[in-house]
Structures are given as C-alpha cells and as structure tokens.
C-alpha cells in the first residue's frame, strides 16, 4: 500500500502542494496562523514535534523545521479521510509518547477519521485517501462489502473474505477492515415477469431458505429484488401468457414436482395449457420446447394422429386415432399428424374412391356389415360424404370420363390383363380397372404429332389424332395418355390399319376418322422422293388417291449417242370406284408405288429414246416420250393412260419440263450455235448504237465550240475591266501610303507630347500626395504622443493625490485611534521613567552621556548655581537630541 511504501523508503511525507517534507528553511522566526501547523525536528535529542497556531515561533540553535507551516486537516460533515501509520491514544483520547518523548504510531495500519475539529498530521503519519464525501447509498441499491480481516461489528463476527450487503436508503460509514467491491442495484420484477436466481456458495435466500452452490431458483414477487452478496442473476424471465388458442410445450432436465404438484421426470414432456394457468412461468428444471397452437377442425375436415397419448399419459406409439370435425383440441408431445388436416371427401354422382384395407375390421358403412381383410379393394360410388377409419387407405380417386362418339380410352382389368377399347358413353373405372396407354412405334407417333402432309411438292393438309400426345410426355397415371389412338383420314385419301391379333387388315378411306383397337396399328408407307427418285425418302400414313403427280429426272441416250437428261412431270390417279375389302387392299399392294412408276415410265423412255437421232428426237421429243409411256392402239393413236393393274395406278399424262445434254460435246455444240446467233444479233445492235453515238457526238462538239468562243470574249471584257481596276488601285495605294506616314508621324509625335505632360502632371500629383501623408503622419504622431504625455501626467496627478489622501487618511486614522493623551504619554514615557530611576537611586544631580551625544549644559548648569537660577521657568529646561538631560 502507499503508505507502506513511504515508511519503507525513509523519505518523509510532504504536503499536498508538492514541497519536499524535508526541505529546511533558516528564518528563526515563524508565525504559524490559527488552523495551521508545523514540524519541527530537535537535532539533538532527534525527536519531532508538532507546533500548532495560532502562535509565532522563534527557533532555536539546535532545532530545524523540516515541515513549513501547512493547514490543518478539515474533514466537514458527512466527509471522511483515511490516514496511515495513525497515532496512538489511551482512552482520554491522549497522545501516546514513547521513552524518546517521539509519539508512538500504529505503523502500516489504518484509520478512518470522521467529521471532528481540524488536526494537525504527526511525524510520520501519511494523509492514504484524501478527504472524500461518504458514499450514500440508495434505495433499492446496497454496496457489496468484503472482509479484509478478523473483527467483529455489532455482535457479528467477519471473517477475512466474507462478503454481505449494505443496503440503503443509508450511509455507509468505511471501515479499515472493510473494502467495497461494487454497487449492487436492484432488479425491478414486472407483473409475468420473474429473475433466475444461482447460488455461489452456500448461503440463504431472503426467505431464509438454504441455497447449496450452483442451486438456481425462480424469484416470482413483483417488485424489486436486491440479489444477496452469494446470489448471481442468471436471468430474467418472461412469463408466456396462454390463450385458448396457444399451449407452451415444456421437458423436464431433471425429476422434479412442478409447481402444480406433479412430479415429473427427467426428459419426461408435457404441455401448460389455458386450464392449467393463464401465465407460466418456467422453473429452473422446466426447458420450454416451444408454443403449440390449437389445432381446429371444421365439420368438413378429420385428421389423423399418429403415436397418440392415451389415458395414461403415456404415447401410444405405432397406434393411429381418428379425430372428426368439429373439434379443437392441441397436439400434445409425441403426436403428429399423419398427412396434415384433411377435408372430407365429398362425392357426386360422377366421383368414386378406391379404397383398401390396412388391416381386418368390420366396414359398418355397408348395409349388411362386411369383414374386410388386409389388402381387399372396393369402391365407393357418389354422391356420398366419406371419411376413412385409420384401417382404410384411400388409393385413387376415380372421375367419370365423357366420351363421345368419337373420343374412346384404353381400360386394362388388372386381375385378367385384358385390354379393351371403351367409347361412345361415359364411364367411370371400377376398382379392378386402370387406363391403360397404346405404345406406338416412334416414327409413327413422329408422323401423327408432326400434323403435316408427309410427300413432297403438296400443299398443307392436318392429319390430328384426338387425345394423343408424345410417347415421352405420356404415363399410364395420365387419362389424357389413355385415350383412344385417332387418325383423321382427309378426303380422297386412305389409310390402312391392320389386327395383329386376329391377323385381318381394314382399309379406311376419308374424310372418316380411325380409332385404333388395343391391338391395331397403323400401316405405314416409305415412298421415293426428291430429284431423281430416292427410296425411303417419305414416310407416310395416308396414301392420296389423286388426282396427283410426281417428277423424276431421268438420262437417256439417242441412236448418235447423245446423252440428254430429260425433266419428266407424271399424273397420276388411284381407281377406287369399287370400295369392297379386295379392292381395296390392292392399293396397299406395291410398298412405293412412286419408286415403281418412275422406273418403269424411266425404262419405256430410255427404250424409245435409243432408236432416235438427236435431231429427231430434239424436233419430236413429246411424241416420243408419250408414245413410249402409252403406247399406240389399234389404230396407232396415242393412248391416254397408262395402268399399273397391281394397284389400280392410272398414269394420265407426262409433261417435259427440260431437256439438257449430258454429253460435254453436246453440249458445247449446242452452246456454240446459241452463241453465233446471240453474236449476230449483238453485232447489228453494236453497229445501230456506234452510228447514233458518232452523231450526237458530232452536235455535243459543234454546240462546245461555240460555248468556247462565247466564253473568250466574256473573259476579254473581263481582262479589261481587271486592268482598269489594277490602275485605279495603284494610284490610291501610292496616296494613301504618302498620306498615311504623314498623319502617322504627326499623330506619334502628339501623343509623346501628351503623354510627357501627362507624366509630369502625375509625378507632381504623387510628390504632392506623400507630402501631405507624411505631414499628416508627422501630426498625428505629435498629437498622440501629446495625448500620451497628458494622460500619462494626469494619472501620475492623481496616482500623488490619492496617495496623500490615504496617508492623511491613515494619519488621521492613527492619531484619532491613539488620542492626545495616548501620544502625550508616549512622548514623556522616556524622561519620566528615567527620573522616576534616579529618584529611587537617591541621586539629586547627575550627568550621564554616552561621550557621543553633546550635553546642553544651560539647562543643566542651573543645578549648579543653586538658587541663583531658581527663578527661571521650567519651559527654558532643553534636552539633548537623544532624549537625554539633566535633572535635579
């Protein structure tokens, strides 16, 4: 501590002001005022003592202050001061001495001084803590206290380490065995509020109850609550208030009797509803899980609880109770819902449900009763309200479908796997059925989803299957995907379907629609295309019945053996005046009938084409190709068709569309005599277009020239006029050169004129300007140093005037004070006490002189002469300078 600090390093205390306390001073003399005091040392029995005031103090040889006159300590009231190495007193409140006259201290102990009159500090005692207000404690706060040692304080005995409160509203007087930890405010509890309380050590709560460390305990008393010295606030807590729509969900740490009286166990959970109370609050054992809200349930909603708690409280786990609207009720721990809160299934005339069985019961919603077993299947038709007991799974639920005439779906049994088509009614899937989706190759469903006519050259034309979508996009659970696969056949055309399991073909020709059986599907045709022919290039379902054509390029070789390539357009035709199933199959006979016709035409053509010459077939080209493909009749007339009896395939005309050599000979031949011609015609249109360039240029240089003359002469005038202009310009150039030097050199000479003056005029303006600065200067300089000077001798005036006046004052002041008789007596105090000696000394006459101070010895002489002076008066006596004279 500082004080024991101090008295270890052997240097003397010093006073607030910072002065050394062993700083010495050779004055004798002191005066030490009231309230004041002072150390001084006597160096010879080396003991300090203490001088206090009000008394002045001469110092003697042998002693030397080593504290200089300093205040006393003050302490008001309601103040105090802690005071290190205190004196000692006996019971009368005495100093103590030891033998060496020293007095004795309390040496590295303490001492707290309360309000009482100002003292001096002793040799040796340190002034530890400055003199401070008491702390006032207030209400609702208090001071944690704590024991530094062993003592005792109104019967009650502290230990060193003990902490307890002081609480206010009061003082708190300090003690050197106490020290103060900290404030302690108290904590205000609000109504549904309580603190959480934890024990330190072991101690006693303010109802006296025994707390044992690290016990908690909820403190639920509204109002403020100041924790004890032992006591930690872990928290505040707030009550939850209960409703009749929340519920709080609690699980207990430990066993334990709530507050309800119950006793429950560790991990055990249950919940605090509105009956139960209006605010809980959770003890120290109780963990609030969360808040569970009412669940309600309509007259048209039911749910089911899984694990659900039975009478006993205890969970009921793998069980399931049903729970019908209207009703609320909370969901206690443990129980959940199995899927949510569910409506009631509500059924019209067109609505089923299929339901099955979990497990055996008795089904009391049929008339008789019925045992099920687990895994039966039934069906519930509407309209009807059903909610299903937790033995009941509900699988599907079934709609009716409308189907028209046209529209159909695909119904699988599932017990016998038969399929079968359903159309032209509504219907609605018993319990044993489930639609069932028609798998179509994917070029075919590529072909119906794609909705445009499958052969080239042709305009657009719909081909729309109702109800079908992507083979990809389809499932079994979906109704659209199960409807009946529907072809719309367009006008004269046909589509053939053929029965894989009957093994039979059908033959439909539009406008109709097809509607395939679960085993049907649909013939699929791969025609030639492009230029020339390829196979497989188009793929169809629809064969057109034509009117129709097709082009094909095909190569043939005349009789010279030029090679031509010829550009051929068919018609053709499909005869379908007999209908009947025979017929009618026949034009599915020939796969491509394209590829067919084009090569058999192809090889009529190359056949007649080779006994004919060029020249020939170049000027008869169409009857030979139309001879060739139908041939001639009895009567060498050209037919006109041709029929493909495999399939009834009339072929009505061919057109050539181009011809074009394929031989290079050829076809540079050819090419030469276009050119000739092309040469000739351009030569006559070369030489027409010379002769009419030659003649417009002949009249585009006659109109130049004369432009050119025009333009000379317009150019002379303009020379002319230029010179005449030249001239005129020269001569007033000349001028007005002559003229303007004259008038430049007249005009500089008048403005250096008028600036030389200007200059002088501003040098004497300037010069005229300082002049009267520094005459103003120099005038008012004089007048503030005369202003200076003036006030300087008034305040000096006055300075000697109030000076006499205080003296005359102060004399006047003195003289009044003493009075006449006061200084009457001052000034004859001298001689009357010196004859006052003599005369007691028995002396008559006598001359006493220092031998420095001359003696007026007329006074004196009159001693002398006896009576021969005695008639001189006693005013004519003088006395010395000094006061000194004779007497007789």
């Known amino acids: 501590m500082f004080c024991f600090e101090i008295l270890s390093s052997g240097i003397m205390p010093s006073d607030k002001s910072g002065v050394p306390a062993s700083q010495g001073n050779d004055k004798s003399i002191y005066r030490i005022p009231p309230y004041m005091y002072m150390h001084v040392l006597d160096q010879t029995a080396n003991v300090t003592r203490v001088e206090a005031g009000p008394k002045t103090y001469v110092r003697q040889e042998n002693e030397r202050v080593v504290l200089e006159p300093r205040k006393m300590i003050i302490i008001p009231p309601c103040h105090y001061c802690i005071i290190c190495n205190p004196v000692v007193r006996n019971a009368e409140n005495a100093l103590i001495y030891d033998i060496s006259g020293q007095t004795k201290l309390r040496h590295a102990d303490l001492e707290v001084r309360l309000e009482q009159e100002p003292f001096p500090l002793y040799p040796g005692e340190v002034l530890f803590r400055d003199v401070e207000p008491l702390t006032v404690v207030h209400a609702n706060s208090a001071l944690l206290l704590k024991a530094n040692r062993d003592f005792e304080e109104a019967g009650v005995k502290r230990v060193a380490g003990d902490e307890w409160l002081f609480e206010g509203p009061g003082t708190f007087v300090p003690r050197k065995e106490v020290e103060i930890v900290r404030t302690v405010s108290a904590t205000v509890i609000k109504p549904n509020q309580a603190l959480r309380l934890k024990a330190k050590t072991e101690t006693k709560d303010r109802e006296g109850k025994s707390r044992v460390a690290g016990e908690e305990w909820i403190v639920k008393k509204t109002g403020a609550y100041l924790p004890g010295a032992y006591e930690e606030i872990v928290d505040v807590v707030d009550a939850y208030v209960l409703t009749e729509k929340e519920a709080v969900h609690i699980r207990a740490k430990r066993t334990f009797v709530d507050e309800f009286n119950k006793t429950r166990k560790n991990g055990e959970e249950w919940l605090i509803t509105f009956e139960d109370t209006e605010t809980f609050i959770p003890g120290v054992y109780e963990e609030v899980v969360g808040v569970v809200h009412i669940t309600t349930l309509s007259n048209r909603q039911y749910c089911v609880i899984l694990d659900p708690i039975g009478e006993d409280g205890k969970p009921q786990l793998g069980k399931k109770k049903l729970v019908k609207g209207e009703k609320s009720f909370f969901m206690k721990p443990g129980e959940r819902l199995e899927s949510g809160i569910q409506d009631v299934h509500v059924l019209s005339e067109n609505e089923g449900l299929v339901l099955k069985a979990r497990e055996a019961f008795l089904d009391n919603s049929e008339t008789p009763a019925i045992n099920r077993k687990p895994g039966d299947r039934w069906m519930i038709n509407g309209p009807a309200e059903y909610i299903p007991p937790t033995e009941v799974e509900i699988v599907t639920k079934r709609y009716s479908i409308a189907l028209d005439e046209n529209e159909g779906i695909y119904v699988r049994n599932i017990k016998t796997g038969h399929v079968r088509l359903v159309s032209g009614s509504t219907y609605m899937l018993t319990q044993d059925e489930e639609l069932w989706v028609k798998e179509l190759p994917p070029f075919v469903e590529e072909l119906i989803n794609q909705g445009m006519d499958p052969l080239s050259d042709r305009g657009s ?148 084409v080779a006994g004919t010459n060029f020249d020939d077939f170049h000027k008869n080209s169409a009857e030979v190709i139309r001879t060739a493909v139908f041939g001639r009749d009895e009567h060498m007339k050209i037919r006109k068709t041709f029929c493909f009896p495999q399939n009834n395939l009339y072929i009505t005309s061919v057109d050539i569309q181009s011809v074009e050599p394929v031989d290079q000979r050829t076809r540079d031949s050819l090419q030469k005599s276009v050119q000739l011609a092309i040469e000739i015609t351009t030569s006559s249109q070369e030489a027409t277009a010379r002769h009419e360039a030659e003649r417009r ?74 002049a009267e600065t520094e005459l103003d200067r120099l005038q008012k300089a004089r007048e503030a140093e005369l202003g200076y000077v003036k006030r300087q001798n008034e305040l000096e005036v006055e300075k000697t005037k109030l000076l006499s006046e205080i003296e005359i004052n102060k004399f006047e002041k003195v003289i009044t004070s003493l009075g006449s008789d006061t200084i009457q007596a001052v000034a004859s105090a001298g001689q009357e006490f010196q004859v006052k000696l003599l005369q007691g000394l028995g002396i008559q006459s006598a001359l006493i002189t220092d031998g420095n101070t001359p003696i007026n010895l007329f006074g004196t002489a009159q001693g002398f002469l006896g009576s021969a002076l005695t008639g001189v008066p006693e005013k004519r006596r003088r006395m010395g300078s000094d006061g000194e004279g004779s007497y007789t």
Not at 697 to 721: C, M, P, Y
Request: proline share 4%; glycine share 4%.
């Open 461 to 608: 034309w719909k081909m729309m299957r109702q109800g079908a979508v992507p083979m990809k996009a389809r499932s079994k659970s979906d109704e659209e995907g199960a409807r009946a696969v529907t072809l719309r056949v367009p006008h004269n055309a046909a589509v053939q379907v053929y029965d894989y399991k009957a093994k039979k073909s059908r033959v439909v020709f539009g406008p109709d629609l097809v509607m395939l059986s679960p085993d049907e599907q649909f013939t699929q045709l791969s025609l030639s295309g492009d230029k020339p022919k390829r196979p497989n290039v188009i793929k169809s379902l629809c064969l057109l019945l034509g009117p129709d054509f097709c082009t094909d390029i095909i190569t043939v070789e005349t009789a010279d053996h030029a090679r031509l390539s010829l550009q051929l357009a068919y018609n053709w035709y499909f005869d379908v005046n007999d209908k009947s199933a025979e017929k009618a199959a026949k034009l599915f006979s020939v796969p491509d009938f394209i590829g067919d016709l084009c090569k058999a035409i192809a090889s009529r053509i190359r056949g007649a």
């Open 697 to 770: 240029e002949q009249e585009a240089k006659g109109r130049l020239e004369r432009q050119r003359i025009s333009d000379e002469v317009e150019a002379e005038k303009t020379r002319k006029n230029l010179l005449e202009l030249q001239v005129a310009r020269m001569a007033i150039e000349n001028c007005g050169q002559s003229k303007a030097e004259a008038l430049s050199r007249t005009e500089a000479q008048r403005i250096e004129a008028e600036a030389a003056i200007d200059q002088a005029k501003a040098k004497a303006e300037a010069k005229r300007i300082e």
